[in-house]
């Protein structure tokens, strides 16, 4: 089955938690490499590596990809033998983290169910200097970790040849 097409039945059956309707474009992952490249240099966590889209681009930085669907984790374990992919939810794995990180965040988290859980535990990550940096992308317009005190907070790139367009988003 085509990667799209997992993904657009993934959405139909839950679209809270898949948040598009297709997996995102080159143009956007490319985008989200190049707002990781400049940032210092760690160990590197994608939490929602769905189909690949992203870990397409920053498989060079060497990601643990986190992804809690076990038809997607069989998907990227066969595109990315090389990465340590673990199926488990973002959150039980981000708790169990005890040594510096960045982190990709391929989850947009405009109306996903698990915002409000996000956010504390990005929050705290930071605060506890484990999380250095964090790169995300939203569909919104406003600033979604605004309630982490990042000392950097900056929309660094507009992507409209997304479906939906979409913003990404650098916290350091």
């Not at 143009?27 to 940032?39: C, G, V, Y």
């Not at 769905?50 to 681009?57: D, L, M, P, Q, S």
């Not at 038809?71 to 510096?100: I, M, W």
């Amino acid at each position: 089955m085509r990667k799209e097409i997992l993904f657009l039945k993934k959405y139909l059956k839950s679209p809270q938690s898949i948040g598009s309707v297709m997996p995102s474009s080159e143009f956007l992952a490319k985008a989200m490499f190049n707002s990781i490249k400049d940032l210092d240099k760690t160990s590197v966590i994608e939490i929602g590596a769905g189909t690949g889209a992203i870990t397409k681009h920053i498989s060079s930085l060497n990601p643990l990809l986190v992804e809690i669907d076990k038809e997607f984790c069989v998907l990227l374990r066969q595109n990315y033998p090389h990465l340590k992919t673990v199926n488990s939810c973002a959150l039980e794995q981000l708790k169990k983290v005890d040594e510096g990180f960045g982190l990709v965040l391929s989850i947009p988290l405009i109306n996903n169910p698990f915002k409000t859980s996000f956010i504390p535990l990005i929050a705290a990550l930071y605060s506890s200097g484990l999380l250095k940096w964090c790169v995300m992308y939203t569909y919104g317009l406003n600033n979604p970790l605004d309630e982490v005190n990042f000392k950097s907070k900056e929309r660094k790139r507009f992507v409209m040849k997304n479906f939906p367009p979409a913003s990404v988003w650098v916290y350091s």
